[in-house]
């Protein structure tokens, strides 16, 4: 499909491991921005790439979280020695990138984290 | 970015007009109106967005009143899948605003 996809869909992990989730967002898309949103509550933003620069992480909740993209595609967002408190759905979303005109942003499914 | 407020939940009838307001009394004139949706388990959906003048697609139409500080979103055949939280939103759209900063949004339910 062309839209957004973000892998795991579920992600079950122990407090303490590290873990990695990636999106896939729309071909061609040069702005790319991670959320996440915990039960019953909005979207958190995280960070924000135009092509492969991060211009604003001040969304990021601590130093264990941290996340990279590489070709101006695909996006990885690690988070290190899980927390309960990270459990939530983490959601990538891509938009056409700025000076297009076109600033809808199209989100993937989300990865389900669960930190036992 | 601007404030805006939407009440909690509406219901609506299947295959009748839903009407969402969305109050933001203090947009620039910059700033675009943009509406979302979420349907419960899944990503947020881009639904439309607008300046000025009324805006229409596939999915709703948008109307904007002539001061800006109001809009109201209508999804003219309200099915049972248009159930979702209903976001409103005013951003510039351009440099330097690019997160969305989602409020609490409306409920809406159609109800067979």
């Known amino acids: 499909g062309a839209g957004v996809s973000q892998s795991p869909s579920n992600k079950v992990t122990e407090k303490g491991k590290d873990v990695e989730l990636r999106c896939d967002p729309i071909s061609g898309h040069t702005a790319l921005y991670w959320y996440r949103q915990s039960l019953g509550q909005g979207l958190e933003f995280l960070i924000y790439?135009?092509?492969?620069?991060?211009?604003?992480k001040s969304g990021l909740p601590s130093d264990r979280f941290s996340a990279e993209r590489t070709g101006g595609s695909v996006s990885t967002l690690t988070i290190q020695r899980t927390q309960q408190e990270d459990s939530a759905v983490y959601l990538c979303?891509?938009?056409?990138?700025?000076?297009?005109?076109?600033?809808?942003?199209?989100f993937g499914p989300g990865t389900r984290l669960t930190v036992l | 970015d601007a404030k805006t407020t939407q009440p909690t939940s509406m219901d609506c009838a299947e295959g009748r007009a839903a009407n969402l307001p969305c109050n933001h009394s203090t947009i620039s004139g910059n700033e675009y109106v943009y509406w979302y949706r979420q349907i419960h388990s899944q990503g947020p959906q881009y639904i439309i967005h607008?300046?000025?003048n009324n805006e229409t697609n596939e999915m709703a139409s948008l109307i904007i009143t002539e001061d800006r500080k109001s809009s109201t979103l209508i999804l003219p055949h309200a099915t049972l899948r248009d159930t979702a939280v209903y976001y409103c939103?005013?951003?510039?759209?351009?440099?330097?605003?690019?997160?969305?900063?989602f409020g609490k949004g409306t409920k809406l339910s159609v109800i067979p």
């Open positions: 979303a891509s938009s056409a990138g700025l000076g297009t005109g076109r600033n809808e942003q199209f």
């Open positions: 939103i005013v951003r510039v759209a351009g440099a330097g605003s690019y997160q969305l900063t």
């Open positions: 790439f135009q092509g492969n620069s991060a211009p604003d």
């Open positions: 607008g300046l000025k």
